[in-house]
């Protein structure tokens, strides 16, 4: 079966057509989730503020809450007439009196401005004693005001919006103890190859160890998916046609790697078509050129998950979640951003003889603000991705000299969120 020559598109052109199927497919079922048990989910519903943050007028320094009008000058005394710790409610400020106050207490009425206790001295006198200024007061100073941080009624956090850690903060300093998020994609994830083995198995002559089934899982679950691993598959039609199918019951997307070339070892394709339907291209990228994409039929023959299929060399599969998969999961979730955006650095190398095609290039910051490559860029090199901070995305033959500018994608931005 000779099949017509595949397509070769840019990857712009495939990810905006990954990411319109995807947003096609967008889960709808959603679910309450404790906000305590959120981290990494997917808002469906805005979180709403129904008071303001912080709730009153406090002091952000342990000090004195007093009048500005009552401290006409450094050094003016004032009796102490209260004492105000965080969590208790002070009474309204007689005049000419000074109240000792904590960092986080309310301000109380008819104080205006809080003095750090490092510019007052404390003075024995009665009862609480008597405090001396030591500075001119400006109305306002060292309190942070009611609402600053959140107003009544203000939506804080949007649909689509992943919950970081400082996001789950947010949503509970407004006090939503539950969150409305998305189901987790459900995904299955299995490698070809009769090569593979695993760690603790025996390496016979021949053989590697399976190394894209933990980079995979791990990205997958990074990216706040439910993993179905179903292990290696030999490479041999009939069994990859076998695990499609089982891989298609119950999971949105099915990915694998290996076995997506050109070679007679390579069943996947076939397999695919046999199972529901592939597009036929290839993405001009590098490393990552052979990807598949489509979708397996599932048993009731009405429904079906989609496929991608990864190229089988360790950075390759890599690189390729990230700028592929990675999207259209957060499609798939209804993430705000789909794609991180890209930072501007200063190359700290030279690449006179680019690639043909748009280059990956595993790069590290250095003391001095600029990156370096890896030195060896080959895609088996899995190395060269432990060892980066990001990917320099190079247009395909542009020549690149020490001190140009260069995009860079930050892996920490491409993992998860
Ligand atoms: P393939 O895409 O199946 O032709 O594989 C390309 C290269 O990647 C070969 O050298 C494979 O041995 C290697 N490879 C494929 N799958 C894996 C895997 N799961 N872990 C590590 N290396 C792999
Ligand atoms: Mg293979």
């Known amino acids: ?54 709730p009153a007028d406090n002091t952000s320094m342990d000090g004195y809450a007093m009048r500005a009008a009552d401290v006409p000058a450094a050094g003016q005394v004032l009796a102490v007439s209260q004492r105000i710790p965080a969590g208790v409610v002070g009474q309204p400020l007689q005049p000419g009196t000074a109240a000792r106050i904590f960092t986080g207490a309310q301000v109380p009425a008819g104080a205006d401005a809080v003095v750090m206790q490092e510019l007052c001295e404390a003075l024995p006198g009665e009862g609480l004693g008597q405090v001396r200024v030591g500075t001119v007061l400006v109305a306002g100073q060292w309190i942070r005001r009611r609402g600053e941080d959140v107003q009544h009624d203000a939506e804080v956090l949007l649909p689509g919006a992943r919950m970081t850690p400082q996001a789950l903060g947010l949503a509970a300093s407004v006090g939503a103890s539950r969150l409305t998020v998305r189901r987790r994609p459900r995904v299955a994830l299995f490698s070809t190859g009769d090569e593979l083995v695993m760690p603790g198995e025996s390496l016979k002559p021949g053989a590697i160890y399976n190394s894209n089934r933990f980079t995979l899982r ?27 199918q089982r891989a298609a019951v119950g999971n949105d997307l099915i990915l694998t790697s290996g076995g997506v070339s050109v070679g007679e070892e390579d069943h996947l394709k076939p397999a695919v078509k046999a199972e529901g339907w592939l597009e036929d291209w ?33 950075v390759s599969s890599f690189v390729t979640f990230l700028l592929l998969v990675a999207p259209v999961l957060r499609a798939l979730q209804g993430c705000a951003q789909a794609v991180p955006p890209a930072v501007q650095v200063r190359a700290d190398f030279d690449l006179p003889r680019p690639d043909k095609r748009r280059e990956f290039l595993r790069a590290r910051f250095n003391a001095a603000g600029g990156v370096e490559l890896f030195p060896n860029q080959s895609s088996g090199v899995l190395t060269s991705a432990v ?13 690149i000299a020490r001190g140009d500018t260069v995009r860079l994608l930050l892996l920490s931005s491409l993992i998860g969120a």
């Not at 598109?9 to 967008?26: G, I, N, S, W």
């Not at 060892?387 to 020549?399: C, K, R, S």
């Open 1 to 54: 079966m000779a099949d017509a020559r595949p397509t070769l598109l840019t990857l712009d052109e495939v990810l905006q057509r990954v990411l319109a199927v995807a947003q096609d497919r967008l889960i709808a079922e959603t679910e309450k989730v404790d906000t305590f048990d959120a981290l990494g989910r997917v808002l469906a519903r805005p979180v709403r503020s129904a008071l303001d943050v912080p």
């Open 282 to 314: 290839q993405v001009l990228m590098k490393p990552g050129k052979p990807l598949a994409f489509g979708a397996v039929r599932r048993g009731d023959g009405e429904t079906e998950a989609l496929f991608m299929g990864l190229p089988g060399n360790p």
């Open 218 to 244: 791990g990205l997958l679950q990074a990216a706040g998916c439910e993993v179905q691993d179903l292990g290696i598959v030999p490479d041999r039609l009939d069994a990859t046609r076998d695990a499609l």
């Open 387 to 399: 060892w980066a901070d990001g990917l320099v995305d190079n247009p395909g033959q542009q020549v």
